[in-house]
């Protein structure tokens, strides 16, 4: 069962039909609005079960808190292959470097002498039952056969200085070039797992608070849907609808009176952000009357504002 919250963006659905009602009156000097907060929402990497919630709702949280741990069971075994077939990569390279060592080297020289000594012993048997032939002692079918023992000797022989002048040339530059890919390629592929599993514990991408945690613990999440939401902003700002007749003249950076309902005193603002389209009507669409109707989402920021305040609270903006 999911835990619901009300989010910011329905509570100005609400009020803005009165916002507008307001602002299509006459006094168009007063920009509505409440106050608000940014608010974070971390999302799943992956289908996977929710294992812990360390953390309770309503908690004032730093940048960095673990906030919700996925199931990392399997992307854990995916890492230990991507490792292991690093390992494999850098030995395979490592092999390659080195180059053959003095005791295969030995064994290759080994091979060449006996493979001289076999044809030697192929090439004089050869050559004497050439001869007995002649003489009947010998068949013409058994030369036949000392031939064809005679050049597989020879064929081994070179096979065996061929393979002795591959290991005392060394390692080709096109196979160590071929085994470095390789180490790159399974070198990105642990960071790429290590990413997918770092990503399975949500931690808080900015200090705040806790505000909801949609999953309970044992539900298997969806890929891409909220796990956590945060409020963050050392203070809230105000989120304000400008009536038209304003617009032209605020720019971000203007100071703005902000009176927020509850405090007497009002607080300087100052504007941050301001909507290029307007919330209501096109404004091709509307005569010169109707264009009074017209309000612009602008953010304000509250420098000396309490951190305690909490959003949602009605703001009114004096326009200049």
């Known amino acids: 069962m999911l835990n619901m919250t009300i989010p910011i963006p329905l509570i100005f659905a609400a009020i803005l039909p009165a916002v507008l009602d307001r602002c299509a009156g006459s006094d168009t000097s007063m920009a509505l609005g409440v106050l608000a907060r940014d608010r974070v929402a971390l999302t799943a990497t992956a289908n996977e079960i929710i294992v812990d919630l360390p953390v309770a709702e309503g908690t004032v949280v730093k940048a960095g808190d673990t906030l919700v741990q996925l199931d990392n069971t399997l992307q854990t075994s995916k890492l230990a292959l991507a490792q292991a077939e690093l390992e494999k990569a850098q030995a395979t390279l490592l092999k390659l470097q080195v180059g053959p060592r003095e005791e295969e080297i030995a064994i290759a020289k080994a091979k060449v002498a006996g493979a001289v000594a076999r044809l030697a012993d192929a090439e004089a048997i050869y050559d004497r039952n050439v001869r007995l032939v002649e ?186």
């Open 135 to 320: 003489n009947s002692v010998v068949t013409e079918a058994q030369v036949a056969n000392d031939l064809a023992l005679r050049d597989s000797a020879r064929a081994e022989l070179t096979s065996a200085r061929e393979s002795l002048k591959e290991l005392q040339n060394g390692t080709r530059p096109e196979d160590l070039a071929v085994a470095e890919a390789n180490v790159r390629a399974a070198e990105a592929l642990v960071v790429a797992e290590q990413t997918v599993l770092d990503d399975l514990t949500v931690v808080a991408t900015r200090d705040g608070v806790l505000d909801s945690l949609p999953w309970n613990l044992g539900e298997r999440v969806a890929s891409g849907s909220p796990v956590a939401v945060l409020v963050t902003g050392q203070v809230p700002y105000a989120r304000v609808y400008v009536p038209e007749p304003h617009r032209v003249n605020l720019k971000p950076g203007d100071t703005l009176e902000v009176r927020i309902d509850g405090l007497e005193n009002p607080q300087e603002g100052v504007v941050r952000w301001i909507s290029d389209d307007a919330s209501f009507t096109p404004y091709y669409g509307l005569n010169k009357d109707d264009r009074t109707r017209l309000v612009y989402l602008a953010e304000i920021d509250l420098p000396a504002a309490s951190p305690d305040l909490p959003a949602g609270v009605p703001v009114q903006v004096q326009m200049p």
